[in-house]
């Protein structure tokens, strides 16, 4: 089981940046491919960046590629998302999850569906 805690959420306008954290329970973090997603109002929770287990690897949802940044610090059990250029369509709910298979050490998770770890979501509001 890992409890995952994310913060870094607020408002900000469009164009600007914001970095979200997510710390995990545990120790060893580098078990897990780890993953960020969203969720805005009245649509489906969908992919947007994820890290292999010691971060050889990183995919980006087309949307937000160029502009987020996943990066982890399996020392610190932590993940982050760093966001540049925001726009207003990236407003949302953004939540950390962990994928509970033990992948290969270049394999990232893709499917909102391979991850069953989630922490409770940062509220993400970019203002036009």
């Known amino acids: 089981q890992v409890q995952l805690v994310e913060s870094g959420g607020g408002l900000v306008q469009a164009g600007g940046s914001l970095s979200l954290s997510c710390v995990a329970s545990?120790?060893?973090?580098?078990?897990?491919?780890m993953g960020w997603l969203r969720q805005a109002l009245g649509k489906e929770r969908e992919f947007v960046a994820a890290?292999?287990?010691?971060?050889?690897?990183?995919y980006y949802a087309d949307s937000v590629k160029g502009r987020f940044t996943i990066f982890r610090d399996n020392a610190k059990n932590t993940v982050n998302l760093q966001m540049n250029s925001l726009k207003p369509e990236d407003t949302a709910v953004y939540y950390c999850?962990?994928?509970?298979?033990?992948?290969?050490?270049?394999?990232?998770?893709?499917?909102?569906?391979?991850?069953?770890?989630w922490g409770q979501g940062t509220q993400v509001t970019v203002s036009s």
């Open positions: 999850a962990a994928d509970p298979t033990y992948r290969s050490t270049t394999y990232y998770s893709k499917m909102p569906t391979e991850y069953d770890y």
């Open positions: 890290i292999s287990r010691y971060g050889y690897s990183s």
């Open positions: 545990r120790r060893t973090l580098s078990r897990h491919v």
